[in-house]
């Protein structure tokens, strides 16, 4: 298995454009994640997928912010517009029923 | 939730056991106790997991005392590249308990 696949792997985009990060989990992982990890905050989870619908979404900073996903093998995170305090690393997680938790490489995100 | 409480960092040497303590007062009776490993650039990595008493796989071991309000992840003659972070998550059987990471203790190994 490839494990969790996540693109692009480096993003530099410019304050008010908007970004795509995009993640393919592993198959068969029901439960799909996205993390937000910086030196200050550490890793925080935005969001969560269980078979494809949103559980809970209350770690998602503000309305700029939107996750989806529309299969069992595609995710997005869009930030839109974004600001240079979204900078960070993006990692997105798959998860089996009753297993553990595999993650992706990331996308280090800058917003300049 | 479960909170966790672990050290920020610890030094070691290589050839050394080391072993890092994770405190969990407030654990539940359905929690289970996983250990992560993150090295620089990269996304966590599960490391081993366990519920009671001892769970050894071939990276690992993993101690619960009978309380279970607390654990200690057990690194066996660590190398250079055991250094990283390690994360000690308590969670339940369901998905959002399961991955909400801590602080986390930054383990250096010196030659």
């Known amino acids: 298995d490839a494990g969790v696949i996540q693109s692009p792997r480096h993003e530099v985009t410019e304050m008010g454009q908007e970004v795509t990060l995009r993640c393919k989990p592993i198959?068969?992982?029901?439960?799909l994640f996205w993390y937000r990890q910086t030196m200050m905050r550490g890793l925080e989870l935005l969001i969560y997928?269980?078979?494809?619908?949103?559980?809970?979404d209350s770690g998602m900073p503000e309305d700029r912010f939107s996750a989806k996903m529309p299969n069992a093998s595609f995710s997005t995170l869009k930030i839109q517009p974004s600001e240079p305090r979204d900078s960070a690393v993006y990692f997105c997680?798959?998860?089996?029923?009753?297993?553990?938790?595999?993650f992706g490489s990331g996308t280090r995100l800058t917003v300049v | 939730l479960a909170k966790t409480t672990q050290p920020i960092s610890m030094d070691s040497y290589e050839g050394q056991e080391v072993n890092i303590t994770c405190s969990h007062n407030?654990?539940?009776?359905?929690?289970?106790i996983t250990w992560y490993q993150q090295f620089p650039s990269q996304g966590p990595r599960f490391i081993i997991q366990?519920?009671?008493t001892k769970v050894t796989n071939e990276v690992a071991s993993l101690f619960i005392p009978a309380d279970r309000k607390s654990s200690t992840l057990s690194l066996p003659r660590v190398s250079l590249s055991d250094t990283a972070v390690y994360y000690c998550?308590?969670?339940?059987?369901?998905?959002?308990?399961?991955?909400?990471f801590g602080g986390g203790t930054r383990l250096m190994v010196k030659p």
């Open positions: 198959s068969g992982h029901d439960y």
């Open positions: 997928f269980n078979n494809n619908v949103p559980i809970d």
């Open positions: 997680a798959s998860r089996p029923p009753g297993g553990a938790g595999t």
């Open positions: 407030n654990i539940a009776t359905n929690d289970y």
């Open positions: 366990g519920y009671k």
């Open positions: 998550l308590v969670h339940g059987d369901n998905a959002g308990n399961m991955l909400t």
